[in-house]
């Protein structure tokens, strides 16, 4: 069982910078990939940044792609998610989930494919 708190978001203006941080409880943290989707009102949930078990790996949605930098420190049980050039459209409700896989390349970009969620973090972006 693995539990995730995400903290990390608020307002800020555009063109500004966030870092999301995704702490994690658990002995086994670095058998996890990871990756970090978002929900904005009336929108579905929508894939944004996944990383493998040794942060080695990464993948990133078209609309966050070099902007956004996904990264992991398995010794702190900790993903942070550095988004900066932030837009309006990245406001939204910004979870952390977490699955446990076997090799060490894997990596997830469908919500299905996670077992443990965080409760979110309201990333806000004003024009």
């Known amino acids: 069982q693995v539990q995730l708190v995400e903290s990390g978001g608020g307002l800020v203006q555009a063109g500004g910078s966030l870092r999301l941080s995704c702490a994690a409880s658990g002995r086994t943290f670095s058998s996890y990939a990871m990756g970090w989707f978002r929900q904005a009102p009336g929108k579905e949930r929508e894939f944004v940044a996944a990383?493998?078990?040794?942060?080695?790996?990464?993948d990133y949605s078209d609309s966050v792609k070099g902007r956004f930098t996904f990264s992991r420190d398995n010794a702190k049980n900790t993903v942070y998610l550095q988004m900066n050039s932030l837009k309006p459209e990245d406001t939204a409700v910004y979870y952390c989930a977490g699955s446990r896989v076997y090799r060490s390349g894997s990596i997830r970009a469908t919500a299905g494919e996670y077992d443990y969620w965080g409760q979110g973090t309201q990333v806000t972006v004003s024009s």
């Open positions: 990383i493998s078990r040794s942060g080695g790996i990464t």
